[in-house]
């Protein structure tokens, strides 16, 4: 996927195959996600990093999609157990495998990550992407990376663009671009919020 083109009076969020704030969260069935659509809304997510106009950014990218490709290789595999994202680690476990619910805890964490960098960053006026990027980094992936990951993702913080080029990108109405983003960051969040809980649970160890 190539950096989008962002129609004249829309945003980056309207150039989204899926957003998260349209995935179908089943609440009567604890908070059940919808396979497709979230993994669908996840890769779209990856489109934004082709806006921070960098290759630093390129592993970052990599590791969700990657993920996002473990859980749809499972989903093709056993379709019938794996409408939502829950039964579908459930089912493997259950197979004895454990590849996509390994997927989900990291790509999990990468979208949080993504999450609380572009949430921190829209609140604070004055706070550059880098900072932003930096901050969140550090309380997602990198207690979890190794000492020859860690760099990398570093390396990709620091060449964030400025936050006023990068917002251009986004959108021709920087007050719209702020709106649109914290609609779906929201939406986002609390899908973080019910699959972080769903990867710490004991039902998806392996």
Not at 81 to 98: I, W
Not at 196 to 202: P, R
Request: proline share 4%.
């Amino acid at each position: 996927m190539s950096a989008p083109e962002i129609p004249v009076g829309a945003t980056i969020v309207n150039t989204f195959k899926q957003s998260f704030v349209d995935v179908p969260i089943d609440a009567e069935n604890g908070n059940a996600i919808a396979t497709t659509q979230f993994l669908d809304a996840a890769e779209s997510l990856t489109t934004m990093f082709d806006l921070l106009g960098s290759v630093a950014f390129s592993p970052v990218k990599s590791d969700l999609l990657g993920n996002v490709k473990k859980l749809r290789e499972r989903q093709l595999a056993a379709p019938a157990e794996s409408t939502n994202v829950q039964d579908l680690c459930r089912n493997e476990l259950k197979a004895k495998k454990h590849t996509a619910t390994e997927g989900l805890l990291w790509l999990v964490r990468g979208l949080e990550f993504t999450c609380l960098a572009l949430s921190a960053n829209v609140a604070k006026e004055s706070e550059e992407l880098a900072d932003s990027f930096r901050n969140a980094y550090g309380t997602t992936l990198k207690p979890h990376h190794s000492f020859l990951i860690k760099p990398i993702f570093s390396a990709a913080m620091g060449a964030c663009p400025y936050r006023k080029d990068f917002y251009s990108k986004l959108g021709a109405d920087e007050a719209q671009v702020t709106t649109d983003l914290r609609v779906y960051l929201a939406a986002l969040d609390k899908i973080v919020g019910i699959l972080k809980g769903f990867v710490e649970s004991k039902e998806a160890k392996w």
